[in-house]
């Protein structure tokens, strides 16, 4: 037999083993692509494992790397969601109109952002101007003794500031509510690529201030309460405060998509809106869209 008739004699071998995955009788698996936000990543996750045993055709592939880069994704048109924990910019509409797309928002639930201090800080409170103090661009304040505290195992009591990349939505949305849409953040910050690693950093560093979600809390680490401005009452970051409005720096959480969803799209988005989505978006520890009845 010559090369041509092996390579022939090959492919008619392969002919019958395309899309054996799951018989041509069964229905097709579908892999929908949802990247973006740190924040939402682990309850994206959750969802997506849950999802499974839901629809066993349909594969959730979820992926962070931050808001900014979520909203990228769907302005290139290579996911089917995007998660973001901040709202679409302008310009980010415009880029996905002019790829011939119109952005869908869907608010899946809310987040209240933390302000994290090691475990033997003694500050347990800090309002909005303190806050700008430290992070916000000609901030003055360096040291712990600028707050009139020290913080055991802080050498030097310089405070170490933890944010977020800048593609990042918590970064954003910081920014935007706590130094005011026009303020910087001032240089030398240790910048994280995730929520995670900014919880992680302040629980290992006695000197270290950092923000992020609730949902990554620990018990190695405090959460101060907020105020809005030093002479108001601060409030404790929580499920309860998100819900109901009482926690000056929560946040809707953002889903995303290129046009009305359809198909597998829209079946999973309606069942993250569900009463049984939501109670999974509680569970880890975010604030569900609507009051639901989530059992024992």
């Not at 500031?161 to 130094?179: H, I």
């Not at 907020?226 to 009482?246: F, K, Y």
Request: aromatic share 8%; with cysteine; net charge negative.
């Amino acid at each position: 037999m010559n090369t041509l008739n092996r390579i022939t004699l090959f492919l008619l071998l392969l002919l019958p083993l395309s899309g054996c995955g799951g018989g041509s009788d069964g229905p097709s698996r579908v892999v929908l692509e949802n990247k973006g936000s740190d924040t939402l990543v682990n309850v994206a996750q959750a969802w997506a494992e849950a999802y499974r045993g839901i629809n066993p055709n349909v594969a959730i592939a979820v992926t962070g790397g931050g808001s900014g880069t979520g909203i990228a994704a769907l302005i290139n048109g290579t996911v089917d969601i995007a998660n973001s924990s901040r709202s679409i910019k302008d310009s980010e509409i415009d880029q996905v109109r002019a790829a011939g797309a119109e952005p869908v928002e869907y608010i899946v639930g809310f987040d209240a952002l933390a302000v994290y201090v090691h475990g033997d800080n003694p500050l347990t409170s800090i309002s909005f101007d303190q806050l700008a103090e430290i992070y916000g661009e000609g901030g003055t304040y360096e040291n712990w003794a600028d707050l009139d505290i020290e913080v055991p195992g802080c050498q030097g009591q310089e405070i170490i500031r933890v944010s977020r990349q800048n593609n990042s939505g918590t970064y954003a949305y910081f920014q935007e509510a706590v130094l005011g849409a026009t303020r910087d953040f001032k240089l030398g910050s240790r910048d994280m690529h995730g929520s995670k690693d900014v919880v992680d950093l302040v629980e290992n560093t006695a000197c270290a201030i950092g923000y992020s979600g609730l949902a990554y809390a620990t018990d190695h680490v405090k959460m101060l309460d907020i105020a809005t401005v030093s002479d108001s009452s601060a409030v404790m970051p929580s499920v309860e405060s998100a819900i109901d409005g009482s926690y000056p720096i929560a946040r809707p959480l953002f889903m995303y998509t290129r046009g009305e969803p359809t198909g597998a799209t829209k079946e999973y988005l309606d069942w993250i809106l569900s009463e049984e989505g939501q109670c999974i978006i509680l569970e880890k520890g975010y604030a569900p869209v609507r009051q639901v009845s989530c059992g024992a």
